[in-house]
Every structure is written in C-alpha cells, then in structure tokens.
C-alpha cells in the first residue's frame, strides 16, 4: 500500500480567514473541487461557516505538525498492509461541533466510518479530529492509522450494510489502530454485546445507528433507544475483533 499527503489545513486556514459570508462558503466549494465536478481536496466534513473558534483549534494542530505526525503514522499503518494493492491520498480534516448546527458529531462520525465508499473510490483515506477536542500527536497518529485500514477494509469489503458487518470493521479497525472512540465502562460494553447479540443482522440504519453510538445520540437523531451506552457499541466490536488478522484487508 502506498500513502500520499492531501493536505487540507493550509487550505482551511485560507477559508476561515475570509469573512463569513456568501463568498467564503463559494471559495470552500471552489477549493474542495477545484473547479471540477468532483472533490479534489477532501474537506466535505469541515464546516465553511464556523466561527472564529476553528482558527484556534487549527493553530493547536500546527503547533505539533500534526499533517507531518499524520502521514508518518499513515504510511507506518500501510507498511503493516504489503499485501493491500492500493494507493490512498491521506488527508486531516477539522471537523466543527461546536460553534453551529452545521454538523451533528455523531451523524457526521457514522457517515464517516460507515459510508465512506465514495471518498475511497476517489482514492482518500481520511481522519476526522474536531474542535470540541484538544488534539495531541499521540491520538492524530491513532486516528491516521484507522483511516488508511478502514480505507483499505471499505475497499476490500465495501461499506457494511448489517449492524454485524459494522461490527467487524469498527472491531477490526480498533484492533489494528487504537481505540478511536471515548472510554465505555467494562459493563457498559458487556450490555452493549448482549444487545447486539440479538441485532446483528440488522439492516436498518437507526437500529446501527442506536447500537453503535447509544441511547442519547440515538434519541438526539430521532431515533428509538436501545439500552445502550454511549460508544459502547464500539467498544463491544473492539472486543469482538480479539485475535482476528490483519490481514483481513
């Protein structure tokens, strides 16, 4: 496997010092497609219009180099991957949940994970970090790695259509990376497993939805509780994944 930089923050930075009108959102759409009918820069998941709090959030990213401390995690993960064929454009893109209703963390998180298919066919591997969170090396190489397997695994696998199938990936993708998703309490994750258990050919997205990510966002998007606890659907699949290959990309 082989791993390039798409880099994105540069580019972000140059949107979000614009101010916030019209002309800024139509500078976002002309950069992320370079005059093309299709997405070259792969920002889709940054908010255009966020507020001031974005510049901020960049500056802590590139006091670590953190597109630097990205791709050298990227291409270590494809090292681990001989075998996978593929050559992926690895990009870093700062997601806003925090200042405005243009993105819901969780919906935004599963699309990312889970229907992410076309930006792979495109050839990008990407990482989400958002504003709510104080981004450190440790946890962008973490998340850099889970995107070149995920991307390797949606490309292989395509995206999971059964909540047994998100299972797998999200599983195989802790196991092989980290843990991208916040701590779950050892019992939390054994309710989860339990609840999952009965679900696993669900095809349904708010019953996926609600298993992976829990009760209160699950309620949040409109959708019907599971007696799950937050996350701890993902900490469920990491357990799941215990043993299984890499290879499995």
């Not at 972000?12 to 002309?30: H, I, K, N």
């Not at 930006?119 to 850099?144: D, H, I, N, Q």
């Not at 195989?172 to 980290?178: D, K, L, N, S």
Request: hydrophobic residues 50%; aromatic residues 8%.
């Amino acid at each position: 496997m082989d791993v390039t930089l798409a880099p994105t923050l540069a580019t972000l930075r140059e949107v979000y010092s614009m101010p916030r009108d019209m002309a800024r959102f139509r500078e976002y759409l002309r950069r992320m497609t370079e005059g093309t009918r299709d997405v070259v820069v792969p920002i889709v998941n940054a908010n255009p219009m966020a507020k001031d709090h974005v510049l901020k959030a960049l500056d802590a990213l590139e006091a670590f180099d953190a597109e630097r401390v990205a791709l050298e995690a990227a291409c270590r993960a494809a090292a681990r991957l001989p075998h996978v064929a593929r050559a992926f454009k690895f990009a870093l893109v700062l997601a806003d949940d925090v200042g405005g209703g243009w993105t819901d963390r969780h919906l935004t998180d599963a699309e990312h994970r889970f229907e992410g298919g076309p930006m792979v066919k495109r050839g990008f591997a990407t990482a989400l970090v958002w504003t709510s969170e104080t981004p450190t090396a440790e946890g962008v190489a973490t998340l850099a790695a889970a995107a070149v397997y995920r991307a390797a695994h949606l490309a292989r696998h395509g995206a999971p259509t059964t909540l047994g199938e998100a299972i797998r990936q999200e599983g195989r993708v802790a196991r092989f990376a980290g843990r991208t998703f916040p701590a779950v309490a050892p019992a939390d994750a054994a309710v989860a497993q339990r609840v999952i258990a009965t679900r696993l050919a669900a095809r349904d997205f708010a019953t996926r939805f609600a298993a992976m990510y829990g009760d209160e966002a699950a309620r949040r998007a409109g959708h019907a509780p599971l007696g799950v606890a937050a996350w701890a659907g993902f900490a469920a699949a990491e357990h799941a994944a215990a043993g299984a290959p890499e290879r499995d990309v």
